[in-house]
């Protein structure tokens, strides 16, 4: 199926076409009318007659199997997999055995915790999410994924076999994230065979081969265990913008008139009109609804146009009340939070990333206790919503992944989708594809019938997991370890068609490689990227540079009087400044003859850019009509020479911007200058296109190259990188044991170890204050910019006392990062505006203030402080080596996590 990407300045204008004029019936002649078929399905609404609980046949089949083999179940949301996971716990539990419930949301964890405690008794379930560490010893733990890979890690350390019987790893489907499927991963490789293992996972394409990677990974059947009926079955729906409510497709695919809606009529700027469609969705009793937007700022205007509701909807008045008034009363500080308003008088809210976690589990509660009329959320959250409601409503067919608007994916709109329809509550759910510029009705109707994206391997080395790996590991061992990951299994079939690609590139490179300079196509592969890198540094350093210059000599060089030298190197005295934003001085030539016209000295507008050198100031200029006095100052200036301001012995001092920016470019020409590109008689075909039969290799390579390398190599080859790394900053010795620094290093389970480390190593740290140190380390926590943090620069000059240990941290750190980004790796951008929020709210500032302090989201807000939290749990975990870092650590997580941060 043929998607598309489209970039993201495309939704806010950006070159305009001419559409088609828009459909007079759209002019305010609304008017809902459903079709005689929708009707039909729209009279099995209803609520189910209660009746016992039945285990389903594929829920019977897992327990049966689950006792014997690892058991894969998939199955649609809403199927009864908790079911299958509860009963095989309680038969371990009767054996006396443990379990661990591992879940990708410590939200999940902790409904888990309640379900269980209930279950088996608050005495026998424990919880561990960083956030939460109860009765770690009980028979039965829930909680994240990361903790039970992190057991595993310090299990393999000690020697010993990790104390559990049972593993159940819920939201299985995770192993395909492409941001955390590798922890999935590690924990499946890690764990011991003996370790009976029960995945539950949403409808995934490829689930017998996850079977098969697992048979041949663990030597151990595992089984699938499949339910592809949802238990509430699902109606598409289309509503035509002038009301006509009619099924989305048929037996003969997309309804026929929908074919006929052309996107093009509606203006990129159009959006939806909520206020409409839920009224559509009222008179057809659809409601409640969950509306699935591409942006917080669309949920949060969507809240807006909503109308109040009706007094019979939903539920009295009266009761709602009551029970917002309790839920309030539970989280005080929600009363005074901007949406409270529209919540009372419309039941609806706005449900993403961008809101803090206890105003979001407010209106899950509301949602599914069925006191909301509508919810907003956006589609990048999909996976994390858990309030099912009758009707899910798509406006769009693409979502924003981060960097630019792509199609939905059947696994994207299957999150989406899963959500409509309430068990034991609604007979029937729906899904509403609405027209507008963005939505591709055909699109959708193919996705609802395709299957679900198959799991890919998102295995890949960093340096958290190198360090724990070679605490129980040799290098070849881990060589090994590669070998069994799901990736190298799903390359096998490849192999031939791998084979036959390295025999005729070796051929090929025989000729080239005494000529490379690099040596080999491995390290071209290595080098090349950093010098595309280092000159797109060096570039934007000569431009900043440029600017710097241009800025310093324009505001306060070129004044009248001032003499400089073009880039042909003609003499000129400025006789009119540059403006701040002017392009040029207007200038006298200095060469002989003067040029005059109508009795004044001829004046040249010279664009600073054309400016050379900038010489000494002339201590008087003559009046423009006066010729005697214009060629006496020029015979002046012959005689005196020119001299540079900028020559040996001057006293000028540049701006340290432009001094900086001078360091940078030459820094940038240096590192670039020790590749070995520089000197290569192959550079020019090696970096750019030609005809040249070397650039049609390397092109040919780099197109092929994750074939030529197998998977299992690369895994190698980016461990023996980060190797080496670490073995010159000194965790790892040559035999690939680590040091001491290496042992305690290892327990920094974070994104940027090193960095850390080095700021540990370094003392860049405070151990006697816990507010700066959670402070300094917040900044680690952010793996990528954020809208507006461009803005907030202002904030160093508003808290020198905070900016004075940042930039030392930073300074400290430079090399290292500098070191980094040499070598590929990513490196974080560090903000300072978290250093500001996390300091004030560790020194007890209340939750207005520093929510104030920058206008960065609640929610972004929240989310720093937990991550921080975590982050400083892994400083807390070095007491042995560390001790009094360790207790700040302690003390700071305390002071992070009170109301409205953490969440229990």
């Not at 390359?491 to 490179?509: A, G, K």
């Given at each position: 199926m043929k998607t598309t990407t489209r970039v993201m300045r495309r939704r806010h204008g950006g070159p305009r076409k001419k559409t088609p004029p828009k459909d007079p019936s759209r002019q305010d002649t609304f008017r809902l009318k459903i079709s005689p078929k929708v009707r039909k399905v729209l009279d099995r609404i209803g609520v189910p007659e209660p009746r016992p609980f039945v285990p389903d046949p594929f829920q019977v089949e897992a327990i049966e199997k689950v006792r014997r083999h690892d058991v894969l179940v998939t199955a649609p949301t809403g199927a009864g997999k908790t079911y299958i996971a509860i009963e095989a716990i309680r038969e371990v539990f009767r054996k006396g055995g443990r379990s661990w419930y591992a879940s990708p949301l410590k939200a999940l964890s902790n409904a888990k915790l309640e379900e269980f405690s209930a279950l088996f008794g608050p005495e026998n379930v424990g919880i561990l999410t960083g956030d939460r560490k109860e009765n770690p010893d009980a028979p039965?733990?829930?909680?994240?994924?990361?903790?039970?890979?992190?057991?595993?890690?310090?299990?393999?350390?000690?020697?010993?076999?990790?104390?559990?019987?049972?593993?159940?790893?819920?939201?299985?489907?995770?192993?395909?994230?492409?941001?955390?499927?590798?922890?999935?991963?590690?924990?499946?490789?890690?764990?011991?065979?003996?370790?009976?293992?029960?995945?539950?996972?949403?409808?995934?394409?490829?689930?017998?081969?996850?079977?098969?990677?697992?048979?041949?990974?663990?030597?151990?059947?595992?089984?699938?265990?499949?339910?592809?009926?949802?238990?509430?079955?699902?109606?598409?729906?289309?509503?035509?913008?002038?009301?006509?409510?009619?099924?989305?497709?048929?037996k003969g695919g997309l309804f026929r008139p929908i074919r006929d809606l052309d996107p093009r009529q509606f203006s990129r700027r159009d959006f939806p009109d909520i206020a409409r469609i839920l009224e559509a969705l009222r008179q057809a009793d659809l409601l409640p609804a969950i509306f699935f937007l591409k942006s917080r700022a669309d949920c949060e205007?969507?809240?807006?146009?909503?109308?109040?509701?009706?007094?019979?909807?939903?539920?009295?008045?009266?009761?709602?009340?009551?029970?917002?008034?309790?839920?309030?009363?539970?989280?005080?500080?929600?009363?005074?939070?901007?949406?409270?308003?529209?919540?009372?008088?419309?039941?609806?809210?706005a449900h993403h990333a961008g809101q803090l976690p206890?105003?979001?589990?407010?209106?899950?509660?509301?949602?599914?206790?069925?006191?909301?009329?509508?919810?907003?959320?956006?589609?990048?959250?999909?996976?994390?919503?858990?309030?099912?409601?009758?009707?899910?409503?798509?406006?769009?067919s693409d979502r924003f992944n981060g960097r630019e608007f792509v199609d939905l994916s059947a696994?994207?709109?299957?999150?989406?989708?899963?959500?409509?329809?309430?068990?034991?509550?609604?007979?029937?759910?729906?899904?509403?594809?609405?027209?507008?510029?963005?939505?591709?009705?055909?699109?959708?109707?193919?996705?609802?019938?395709?299957?679900?994206?198959?799991?890919?391997?998102?295995?890949r080395v960093n340096f958290s997991?190198?360090?724990?790996?070679?605490?129980?590991?040799?290098?070849?061992?881990?060589?090994?370890?590669?070998?069994?990951?799901?990736?190298?299994?799903?390359?096998?079939?490849?192999?031939?068609?791998?084979?036959?690609?390295?025999?005729?590139?070796?051929?090929?490179?025989?000729?080239?490689?005494?000529?490379?300079?690099?040596?080999?196509?491995?390290?071209?592969?290595?080098?090349?990227?950093?010098?595309?890198?280092?000159?797109?540094?060096q570039r934007k350093a000569k431009k900043l540079a440029r600017k710097q210059a241009l800025e310093w000599s324009t505001q306060g060089l070129l004044t009248p009087g001032r003499l400089f030298l073009n880039r042909r190197g003609t003499l000129y005295v400025v006789v009119e400044p540059a403006g701040k934003d002017a392009p040029e001085v207007e200038a006298v030539r200095l060469q002989p003859p003067l040029q005059w016209s109508r009795g004044t000295v001829r004046t040249h507008g010279v664009r600073t850019r054309q400016i050379r050198d900038i010489g000494r100031k002339v201590a008087s200029l003559p009046d423009r009509h006066d010729k005697k006095g214009w060629q006496d100052l020029m015979e002046h200036c012959r005689r005196e020479g020119y001299r540079s301001l900028f020559g040996e012995g001057s006293a000028v001092e540049r701006p340290e911007a432009l001094q900086s920016a001078t360091r940078t470019l030459a820094e940038t020409a240096l590192r670039k200058a020790q590749l070995p590109c520089t000197g290569c008689e192959l550079f020019g075909p090696c970096h750019k296109a030609s005809k040249h039969p070397f650039a049609?290799?390397?092109?040919?390579?780099?197109?092929?190259?994750?074939?030529?390398?197998?998977?299992?190599?690369?895994?190698?080859?980016?461990?023996?990188?980060?190797?080496?790394?670490?073995?010159?900053?000194?965790?790892?010795?040559?035999?690939?044991?680590?040091?001491?620094?290496?042992?305690?290093?290892?327990?920094?389970?974070?994104?940027?170890?090193?960095?850390?480390s080095e700021g540990i190593r370094r003392?860049?740290?405070?151990?006697?204050?816990?507010?700066?140190?959670?402070?300094?380390?917040?900044?680690?926590?952010?793996?990528?910019?954020?809208?507006?943090?461009?803005?907030?620069?202002?904030?160093?000059?508003?808290?020198?006392?905070?900016?004075?240990?940042?930039?030392?941290?930073?300074?400290?750190?430079?090399?290292?990062?500098?070191?980094?980004?040499?070598?590929?790796?990513?490196?974080?951008?560090?903000?300072?505006?978290?250093?500001?929020?996390?300091?004030?709210?560790?020194?007890?500032?209340?939750?207005?203030?520093?929510?104030?302090?920058?206008?960065?989201?609640?929610?972004?807000?929240?989310?720093?402080?937990?991550?921080?939290?975590?982050?400083?749990?892994?400083?807390?975990?070095?007491?042995?080596?560390?001790?009094?870092?360790?207790?700040?650590?302690?003390?700071?997580?305390d002071r992070i996590l009170r109301e409205p941060v953490l969440v229990v």
């Open positions: 039965i733990i829930v909680g994240t994924t990361e903790i039970l890979r992190n057991q595993l890690y310090d299990a393999m350390h000690r020697g010993e076999d990790l104390a559990v019987d049972l593993v159940v790893m819920d939201e299985a489907h995770y192993l395909g994230d492409p941001d955390r499927g590798v922890v999935w991963e590690e924990v499946l490789i890690y764990l011991p065979a003996r370790v009976r293992l029960l995945l539950l996972s949403a409808t995934i394409r490829n689930a017998q081969q996850i079977c098969d990677w697992l048979l041949w990974l663990r030597q151990s059947p595992c089984l699938w265990v499949a339910a592809t009926e949802r238990p509430v079955p699902l109606y598409p729906l289309f509503l035509f913008p002038h009301g006509d409510l009619t099924p989305l497709g048929g205007r969507a809240i807006g146009l909503c109308p109040p509701v009706p007094k019979s909807a939903i539920k009295r008045r009266a009761d709602f009340d009551r029970r917002l008034r309790e839920l309030l009363d539970q989280w005080p500080f929600l009363k005074t939070h901007k949406h409270l308003s529209i919540l009372r008088r419309s039941r609806v809210g206890h105003w979001k589990l407010l209106l899950e509660k509301l949602m599914q206790e069925g006191y909301l009329e509508a919810i907003f959320s956006t589609s990048t959250v999909a996976a994390g919503v858990n309030f099912p409601a009758r009707t899910v409503v798509v406006p769009q696994t994207d709109l299957l999150q989406m989708t899963g959500r409509a329809g309430r068990r034991g509550m609604d007979e029937i759910g729906f899904v509403l594809v609405v027209p507008g510029r963005y939505q591709k009705a055909e699109l959708i109707h193919d996705l609802l019938r395709s299957p679900p994206d198959a799991i890919q391997s998102q295995i997991m190198v360090l724990n790996l070679l605490l129980s590991h040799e290098p070849e061992e881990i060589r090994t370890l590669f070998a069994r990951s799901l990736a190298t299994y799903q390359n096998l079939s490849r192999e031939e068609h791998v084979r036959d690609l390295v025999r005729s590139f070796q051929q090929e490179l025989t000729r080239w490689e005494p000529h490379m300079a690099c040596g080999s196509m491995d390290v071209l592969a290595e080098v090349r990227p950093r010098f595309m890198r280092l000159q797109e540094e049609r290799l390397v092109q040919r390579y780099f197109a092929h190259r994750v074939e030529i390398q197998s998977v299992q190599e690369a895994l190698w080859r980016s461990f023996q990188h980060h190797f080496r790394i670490l073995k010159e900053e000194g965790y790892v010795t040559e035999e690939g044991h680590l040091t001491s620094d290496g042992l305690w290093a290892s327990k920094l389970r974070l994104d940027q170890p090193l960095l850390v003392r860049v740290f405070p151990e006697k204050d816990p507010a700066l140190l959670a402070a300094l380390i917040a900044p680690f926590v952010m793996d990528r910019d954020r809208p507006g943090e461009s803005q907030l620069s202002a904030l160093i000059w508003k808290y020198p006392d905070l900016a004075t240990p940042y930039f030392a941290m930073m300074k400290t750190l430079h090399r290292l990062r500098e070191k980094l980004s040499q070598e590929g790796f990513e490196t974080p951008a560090l903000p300072f505006w978290t250093v500001v929020v996390v300091y004030h709210w560790a020194k007890g500032e209340s939750w207005e203030v520093v929510k104030n302090l920058t206008g960065i989201d609640e929610g972004d807000l929240a989310m720093v402080m937990l991550r921080t939290a975590d982050h400083l749990r892994q400083v807390e975990s070095l007491a042995e080596s560390h001790p009094e870092l360790a207790a700040s650590a302690r003390e700071a997580i």
